[in-house]
C-alpha cells in the first residue's frame, strides 16, 4: 500500500554494488546518502540509467517519495521517465 500523504522531495543517492545480492536483481543498486534521514541501506526505485549507464559510486539527485509494498517495508520511489541530476564527486 502506498504512503499517500508522502511528498516528493529532491534526495541525493548513489549506486554501489551489494556485498549480498541474495534476493536482488542486478550487479548495482542505488541507495540514500547518508544525513538525509533515509537508512543508507534503504532501497530506491528509480530509472535503470543510473545504475545502468554510470560507474558504482556515482551520486545522483533525484525527485523521490517514501513509500512502501506489502510485506516488503519502506523504499523510496522515483518515476524512472524524470530527470536526473549527476553529482560531481
Known amino acids: 500500500m502506498a504512503k499517500t500523504n508522502a511528498p516528493y522531495q529532491m534526495v ?6 551489494p556485498a549480498n545480492t541474495s534476493g536482488l536483481h ?19 526505485e528509480c530509472s535503470k540509467e543510473l545504475s ?13 517519495k517514501l513509500t512502501d509494498r506489502e510485506g516488503e517495508g519502506d523504499f523510496l520511489y522515483s518515476y524512472y521517465g524524470w530527470k536526473y541530476e549527476v553529482l560531481e564527486k
Request: hydrophobic share 25%.
Open 12 to 17: 541525493e543517492v548513489e549506486s554501489y554494488e
Open 26 to 44: 542486478g550487479k548495482v543498486h542505488i541507495r540514500p546518502c547518508s544525513g538525509q534521514g533515509f537508512p543508507t541501506a534503504m532501497h530506491v
Open 52 to 64: 545502468e549507464r554510470y560507474p558504482p559510486g556515482t551520486r545522483f539527485r533525484i525527485r523521490a
